[in-house]
Structure formats: C-alpha cells, structure tokens
C-alpha cells in the first residue's frame, strides 16, 4: 500500500500541472489524500459505483475512476473535480499513475518479504525457485551478506538511506529482521575478490557515520554462488558480529574468513 504522504505529493504535482483538484479515496470510502478541503462524497452512490462493473462515472458534477491492481482487486477510487473533458483526461492520467506507484510499492515489498524469509531458512527450494522467477531476481548469481549492527532500535533512516545507496539501479537488497540491524545483500563479480567485499563493507561503514551511526559494527560472510545459498552467508555474517565482539573488539569490521580459532571457540557447547 502507497503511503497517504506519497498518494498527497503525486496528486499535488498533478494538480500543479493540471489546475485540476482531485482526491484518493479507499475502497471504504475514507478520503486517504486530497488537493480538495473538507471534500465531500456521497458514500451511498460511491458504493454502488464500487460494486459496479464500471471503470469511471460521473456523480454530482465530478469524476470517479477506479484504480486497481493487476488482477483486478480495487485499491483507490480517484475523484476529479469537474465533470469536463480536461477533468476526464486528468483523471485518466491521474489514475494511470496511481496504478503504476501501487504495482511498483507492491512489487517492492513483495521482493522484500521473500528476501527476509530467504535469509531467516523459511522457503524451501521449490519457493526460492518459483518466487525468484516470478520477482525477476538472478538466481546463479555470486552473492555475499553484510549485516549492519546500528546500536539502535529505531533505524528506519538508516534503512531508506542504505537502499538508496545500494538499490537505485542495482541487482542489491537491503532490508531488516529486527530492530537493531540492517542487512545488505550485495552482488559480486567473479572478479571481485575479499579486498573489492572489504571496500563495499567500508563504504557501508562510511554511510552509517555520515547518518549520525559512528559506533556501527559490520560483519560479512562469504560469497556463495547461488540464490538458495544466501542464508548460509547471513548466518555465518551474523556469527562473525558476535564473535567480533569477542575477540576482535577494536574492529568495526569483520570478514567470517577472519575468525580463525575465534569461530571454533565460539561453537564449542
């Protein structure tokens, strides 16, 4: 679902461009976003337009339109102002764009939830396949896992600011299972050795340090060629953090390849 402060920009950049006034509502008929003060629908006639098979209608001088997913299921009902034929073509447009922002955050978290039960060992092998294939994510592709301890429980800043940096244009994942740490999945190169792994784990470092984070601690582990293999990367950089903590206190990054006897020690009952 778009958040209501996403929903309000994209109608207010359209307005501005169309001098048309508009307003989101939900399929229960609340106003989610609006350019109209106090807007007032009549909930009555919008129902019956809801349950109708009609895309758009015109109701009491203004424009109504349906917005819906890719299967069908309606998520906004769009009100232009005005019932002319620049409002109808407003509408369609506005409608248009509100389509693809909802596909897009949806394919966004949809891609975020499987990352989050790929990385915690909650799919089996037929899901990564079938889920992958489906979100259009490489499956034979070298990958490693960095996780990022932030020392805080609040780092939803820090999250959309490592997404930026890492997502925009890139085959990365960035997301969160907790509270406290933020998880990177990088996409290496055959050519990318450990030094190449260590600069990204310090630009990583650098990022958190120029957002406020300068006590943030970031462990990784090794690179494994396969979709299916990213947990076993997650769950060896989260016992390098731990074990970092341990034996190499002075250290704000840790490479698993690293732990050397710290590891064994760790294990041991």
């Known amino acids: 679902m778009i958040t209501n402060q996403i929903l309000t920009g994209t109608i207010e950049g359209l307005k501005k461009i169309t001098n048309v006034d508009m307003c989101v509502l939900g399929d229960d008929c609340v106003c989610l976003a609006s350019t109209i003060p106090d807007p007032e629908v009549d909930e009555a006639e919008l129902k019956k337009f809801i349950s109708s098979a009609a895309e758009s209608q015109e109701m009491n001088g203004n424009q109504f339109f349906k917005v819906t997913d890719e299967d069908q299921r309606l998520e906004y009902v769009l009100m232009v102002r005005g019932g ?19 596909t897009a955050y949806r394919e966004r978290y949809d891609k975020d939830n499987f990352i989050k039960n790929l990385l ?3 799919l089996l092998l037929v899901d990564i396949f079938n889920r992958a294939k489906k979100l259009h994510i490489e499956q034979e592709a070298r990958r490693v896992v960095m996780v990022v301890e932030t020392g805080s429980e609040k780092n939803t800043a820090l999250l959309e600011a490592a997404k930026m940096k890492f997502e925009e244009g890139k085959p990365d994942f960035v997301t969160a299972v907790d509270e406290k740490n933020i998880i990177l999945i990088r996409e290496v190169g055959e050519d990318e050795d450990d030094a190449a792994i260590e600069e990204t784990a310090k630009e990583l470092l650098k990022l958190m340090e120029k957002e406020g984070r300068s006590g943030a601690h970031i462990s990784y582990g090794t690179a494994v060629p396969e979709l299916k293999d990213v947990s076993r990367s997650y ?8 074990v970092g903590k341990i034996f190499f206190a002075d250290r704000n990054i840790i490479a698993y390849s690293s732990l050397g006897i710290g590891r064994l020690i760790y294990q041991l009952p």
């Not at 034929?85 to 409608?95: E, S």
């Not at 769950?235 to 731990?242: I, N, S, V």
């Open 120 to 122: 915690l060992d909650n």
């Open 84 to 102: 002319s034929d620049n409002g109808y073509m407003t509408g369609k447009v506005a409608a248009f764009q509100l389509r693809t922002l909802s």
């Open 235 to 242: 769950k060896e950089a989260a016992m390098a953090l731990d």
